[in-house]
């Protein structure tokens, strides 16, 4: 997310509500108790101690607060506190890893589709399915790869509170300088159309997508990927993509020949999303790859050059697939301590990413929260109905492309093996070697096959 950067910032906050607590929600709503108001006794109080990263911590803290007031007006009312600790994004799984390998275990803490498997295997997150079992009554509203991303071995270990994408976006107001009549359907067709472009001196970067190994690089080559309907492995974790043809060796040579015709600055071999998305609001970009949360600065013009000019379209490809990605709500061992703290921790899990009643409404609160004040995607389907939600997102992009792309989405392949995490940066950090012609995309492509098979021998 956009203040992802490289600097870790740890923060404790806690909260602590009697029965009358009361706070104001992110729209400034007072929270009301699920099942009618307090009887004036008090269950805890219970402490939590939650993870997450550094992205809107303020909103983070507000919506702690409306979790504290909610359970201290249920019946009978609850005493929560919850102390927050956060990390910077690219630096979370190993603060995830330090906290629980020293012991420092988290009751609750957000997480990552990537990350799942290695949690899950170390025991650092608990299948909540195993303890709540009508958490699965949420599968029927979530989309099918956020179900996917949060299931290891058969079981669901949370709730997401935030689910996107990868999106091909364009400047229209380039492509119609440049006679081009539409976006292009197909990764030669943006070849083409960027030629076109450059040859008419519009701009010297028709194309820019990240491909600094980071938290998003993985998201791009998957979505290439999928764009084409390849496959990456099996359902028994076995590589099925070639090495030397199909649809991975094809999108390496397509970064390679785009970056070797100056279609895209060499820049781009240090830049992640967050800087293709400042080039592409400058004006100088015609097509990128970006997730979805970027969406609500494209037509804005306090911060786009290109109000108005700027939409999605379906990722170019054969079969418009793309890469789906989740961000999760997850209960931590320490949660298990005793029966109020794992009640607790499940109710914050699902005030979070699940259903909650604030101020009398009963819904995705949370999620739609992020949704219509950040700008956040969700997998919970009933949002789509919501107005808000629609009205939030129609100002942005067109929204049936959207949801469109939405429907193609995967999950990333390969996640459910818990040395997932180890392998994609393997990938990241080798990747760039055929991407620059310092060596044949064949060779890389073995040598990132033989890595996973490598890893996998290692975990049986």
């Known amino acids: 997310m956009r203040n992802l950067k490289l600097v870790a910032v740890s923060v404790t906050v806690a909260l602590a509500f009697g029965a009358a607590g009361c706070s104001s929600s992110p729209n400034g709503s007072s929270a009301a108790a699920t099942g009618g108001s307090s009887s004036g006794q008090t269950a805890g109080p219970v402490t939590l101690t939650m993870g997450a990263w550094t992205y809107d911590t303020p909103k983070i803290q507000d919506n702690l607060k409306e979790f504290s007031a909610v359970e201290a007006q249920k019946t009978p009312a609850k005493t929560v506190n919850v102390d927050l600790s956060d990390a910077d994004f690219s630096i979370y799984n190993e603060f995830i890893a330090t906290r629980f390998s020293a012991g420092k275990g988290l009751d609750v803490f957000y997480g990552s589709d990537q990350w799942l498997s290695q949690w899950a295997a170390a025991g650092w997150a608990v299948p909540v399915e195993q303890y709540?079992?009508?958490?699965?009554?949420?599968?029927?509203?979530?989309?099918?790869?956020?179900?996917?991303?949060?299931?290891?071995?058969?079981?669901?270990?949370?709730?997401?509170?935030?689910?996107?994408?990868?999106?091909?976006?364009?400047?229209?107001?380039?492509?119609?300088?440049?006679?081009?009549?539409?976006?292009?359907?197909?990764?030669?067709?943006?070849?083409?159309?960027?030629?076109?472009?450059?040859q008419k001196g519009l701009t010297d970067t028709p194309i820019e997508i990240g491909l600094a190994a980071g938290s998003w690089l993985d998201?791009?080559?998957?979505?290439?990927?999928?764009?084409?309907?390849?496959?990456?492995?099996?359902?028994?974790?076995?590589?099925?993509?070639?090495?030397?043809?199909?649809?991975?060796?094809?999108?390496?040579?397509?970064?390679?020949?785009?970056?070797?015709?100056?279609?895209?600055?060499?820049?781009?071999?240090?830049?992640?999303?967050?800087?293709?998305?400042?080039?592409?609001?400058?004006?100088?970009?015609?097509?990128?790859?970006?997730?979805?949360?970027?969406?609500?600065?494209?037509?804005?013009?306090?911060?786009?050059?290109?109000?108005?000019?700027?939409?999605?379209?379906?990722?170019?490809?054969?079969?418009?697939?793309?890469?789906?990605?989740?961000?999760?709500?997850?209960?931590?061992?320490?949660?298990?301590?005793?029966?109020?703290?794992?009640?607790?921790?499940?109710?914050?899990?699902?005030?979070?990413g699940g259903k909650s009643t604030i101020n009398g409404v009963t819904g995705y609160n949370i999620p739609k929260s992020w949704a219509v004040d950040n700008g956040l995607g969700f997998a919970a389907t009933p949002l789509w109905n919501d107005p808000q939600v629609v009205a939030k997102f129609s100002k942005m992009v067109d929204v049936n492309t959207m949801k469109q792309q939405q429907q193609l989405a995967e999950t990333k392949q390969g996640i459910q093996a818990p040395w997932y995490s180890e392998w994609i940066s393997y990938v990241e950090q080798n990747i760039q070697n055929a991407?620059?012609?310092?060596?044949?995309?064949?060779?890389?492509?073995?040598?990132?096959?033989?890595?996973?098979?490598?890893?996998?021998?290692?975990?049986q």
């Open 435 to 459: 991407i620059q012609g310092q060596a044949s995309t064949a060779s890389v492509l073995q040598g990132i096959q033989q890595y996973w098979l490598t890893l996998q021998s290692q975990y």
């Open 132 to 198: 709540y079992p009508q958490l699965k009554d949420y599968t029927a509203d979530l989309s099918k790869s956020a179900v996917n991303a949060l299931t290891y071995k058969g079981q669901l270990y949370g709730l997401p509170y935030y689910a996107d994408a990868m999106y091909f976006v364009y400047n229209k107001k380039l492509l119609d300088a440049a006679g081009i009549s539409g976006p292009p359907t197909t990764w030669d067709q943006v070849t083409q159309d960027s030629t076109s472009i450059k």
């Open 219 to 352: 998201e791009v080559l998957y979505a290439m990927v999928y764009s084409n309907g390849g496959q990456m492995f099996d359902q028994n974790l076995k590589p099925v993509f070639g090495t030397s043809s199909g649809p991975f060796y094809d999108a390496v040579q397509w970064l390679a020949a785009a970056l070797k015709n100056n279609l895209m600055p060499q820049s781009v071999l240090g830049l992640d999303a967050v800087d293709i998305e400042t080039a592409f609001l400058a004006g100088t970009v015609a097509f990128a790859i970006i997730p979805g949360y970027m969406f609500s600065d494209l037509n804005d013009p306090s911060v786009s050059k290109i109000a108005g000019s700027a939409d999605i379209a379906l990722m170019p490809g054969s079969t418009h697939g793309t890469d789906a990605y989740t961000r999760l709500v997850l209960m931590g061992k320490g949660a298990l301590e005793n029966q109020a703290t794992r009640d607790a921790a499940w109710d914050l899990v699902q005030f979070l």
